[in-house]
């Protein structure tokens, strides 16, 4: 069984960055970042493989959110730049042991954090 704890989470003004950190328990597996905002449902945000190699965003992120790993450490991060207030939710690591390619899908990953808040303010 994989443990997953996420941390960084915070509340920032608009512009402003906060980087997530998910340290978890396992090897060989795509990671991936999830967010829930209030009266919403649970949408994809980020992915990375094993290797680093395959790097996936939303549209929604793209160019201001940056995931990496570092397999040594057994960590997952999101450095989250120029944050908006739609930004504001409760996000989520989950792991997919499988590997299936289909980052995006909420049920390829077997693993999930509790979720760490991050609020942005106008």
């Known amino acids: 069984q994989v443990q997953l704890v996420e941390s960084g989470g915070g509340s920032v003004q608009a512009g402003g960055s906060l980087r997530l950190s998910c340290a978890a328990s396992g090897e060989y597996f795509t990671a991936g970042w999830f967010r829930q905002a209030p009266g919403k449902e649970r949408e994809f945000v980020s992915a990375?493989?094993?290797?680093?190699?395959?790097?996936l965003y939303s549209d929604s992120v793209r160019g201001r959110f940056t995931i990496s790993r570092d397999n040594a450490k057994n960590t997952v991060a999101l450095q989250m730049d120029n944050l908006k207030p739609e930004d504001t939710a409760v996000y989520y690591c989950a792991v997919d042991l499988g590997n299936s390619g289909t980052y995006d899908y909420l049920g390829a990953y077997d693993y999930w954090g509790r979720g760490t808040q991050v609020t942005v303010s106008s």
């Open positions: 990375i493989t094993w290797s680093g190699g395959v790097k």
